[in-house]
């Protein structure tokens, strides 16, 4: 029995634009998806228990389309269309986006890392990300998945004090395809923050292997309020809809794709210059603002996050953007100075109930795995509340 972890994020620069092959920028944040891998009642069944999104469901090994999976496709470059085909035929019943995405994924890295006869298992879920809310809970989810399978199937052996960068490259490239069959068209920048924790400059290349991440070795301080607007949205819808305004309107679309690539290059040149505090945060807080009115006019805002980055405005709180795919989820508001309990609480208030606030700390651990003890009661799951509670589970060994 044992348990994984993997962390959201947030972009700060770049989001949609990184899947055309223009670099982002994105930190993990201190919010986490756990996964447990308990034994099953049944020792021919695998059972998935994902409360956050509403899955509880169960398949005989036998009934899963092994025939369907080749050697090949074993490599991890890229989906295999085969085993896709079978599991939408498989999971058509499932009419719950979230519930089929999940299962989708979950079904196929389990194909691939897993075998017939693997011994029975029941995979239970704990998040403390909101999911589908741009914070990267589908990436934390496919991480988390990829680890315990390939934990699971003893592809990663048991790690005594920490993961190998050759586990980190296994665990991230699997990660990647669960991310495609949530996304369909992912840059794969959600997953490499989620698997390798910090803060990076990510630049997704044109072939399998060739994207080039380069960590940022101190991340500055900045004061960041993260609001969850709670309106639900589909990353894999809006960067489908991205993709259709960009083939219908390439010489308008291109150019904002350019300012972007623009703003996330001066804002990694601040970040990796030493200037003042107080500048660096002016300067991040107007490149903020400019890459927020690129992404309106792509068309992946909504009138909830506008609403967050008015009453901001208004407060003179700091600058707000949309951060992960838009449409609803979460905004970013990168405040002027620190975030005080003042400010924050302003916020709070003027935005009411219907809005989510976290603070969050950037650039913490990737991803992370302990056993439990033979003592632990599948019962307990559902108790644990906060970071602290699932750190003391066991002994974490990270990368
Ligand atoms: N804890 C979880 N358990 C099971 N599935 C999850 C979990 N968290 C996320 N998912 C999967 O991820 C999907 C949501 O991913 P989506 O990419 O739309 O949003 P996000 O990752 O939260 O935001 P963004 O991609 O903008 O950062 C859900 O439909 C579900 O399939
Ligand atoms: C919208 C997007 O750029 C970020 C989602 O967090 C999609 C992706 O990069 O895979
Ligand atoms: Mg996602």
Redesign the pocket.
């Known amino acids: 029995m044992f348990v994984v972890s993997a962390p959201g994020k947030v972009i700060l620069y770049g989001e949609h634009a990184v899947v055309y092959g223009v670099p982002a920028i994105a930190a993990s944040v201190s919010l986490h ?1 756990y996964m447990f891998v308990v034994d099953s009642s049944d020792p021919d069944v695998i059972e998935l228990d ?1 409360p ?2 509403g ?1 509880v469901r169960k398949w005989r090994r036998s009934e899963l389309p092994w025939s369907s999976v080749s050697e090949a496709g074993k490599l991890h470059q890229k989906l295999d269309p085969e085993v896709h085909l079978a599991l939408k035929t498989l999971l058509a019943p499932v009419t719950d ?2 519930e089929n ?2 299962s989708h ?1 979950f079904l196929y890295l389990y194909l691939h890392l897993c075998s017939e006869s693997s011994a029975g298992q029941r995979f239970v ?1 704990r ?1 403390t990300l909101p ?11 496919s991480v988390g998945l990829a680890a315990a399978l390939l934990k699971l199937s003893g592809k990663i052996q048991d790690p005594s004090t920490s993961l190998s960068a050759e586990n980190l490259e296994l665990i991230n490239g699997w990660s990647f395809l669960g991310e495609s069959c ?2 369909g068209n992912p840059s794969g920048i ?1 997953n490499i923050v989620a698997t390798r924790g910090g803060a990076v400059l990510y630049e997704r290349g044109a072939a399998h292997g060739s994207s080039k991440i380069e960590p940022y070795d101190s991340f500055p301080p900045l004061g960041l309020i993260l609001t969850n607007t709670k309106v639900p949205r ?3 819808q809006l960067v489908s809809d991205v993709g259709t305004l960009k083939s219908q309107l390439p010489e308008i679309v291109e150019p904002i794709l350019n300012a972007i690539a623009a703003v996330v290059s001066r804002a990694d040149g601040l970040i990796r210059s030493n200037c003042s505090a107080e500048e660096l945060n002016e300067s991040l807080r107007e490149l903020a603002q400019i890459n927020h009115g690129l992404l309106v006019s792509l068309g992946v805002s909504h009138p909830s996050l506008e609403r967050v980055r008015q009453i901001a405005h208004e407060l003179e709180i700091g600058q707000t953007k949309l951060t ?2 838009g449409g609803g ?1 979460c905004a970013i508001t990168i405040v002027d100075g620190e975030v005080s309990g003042k400010r924050f609480n302003m916020l709070k208030m003027a935005l009411g109930d219907e809005f989510d606030l976290f603070e969050t700390e950037l650039g913490g651990r990737g991803v992370g795995m302990a056993n439990l003890s033979s003592s632990f009661e599948t019962d307990q799951i559902s108790q644990l509340k906060d970071a602290r509670d699932f750190h003391e589970l066991g002994n974490w060994v990270y990368w």
């Open positions: 998806m994902f956050e999104v899955l986006p979230f995405a999940a994924a879920t998040s999911v589908g809310a741009g914070l990267g809970s589908s990436a934390s989810y949530i996304h959600d589909q990353t894999s992960g795919a989820g």
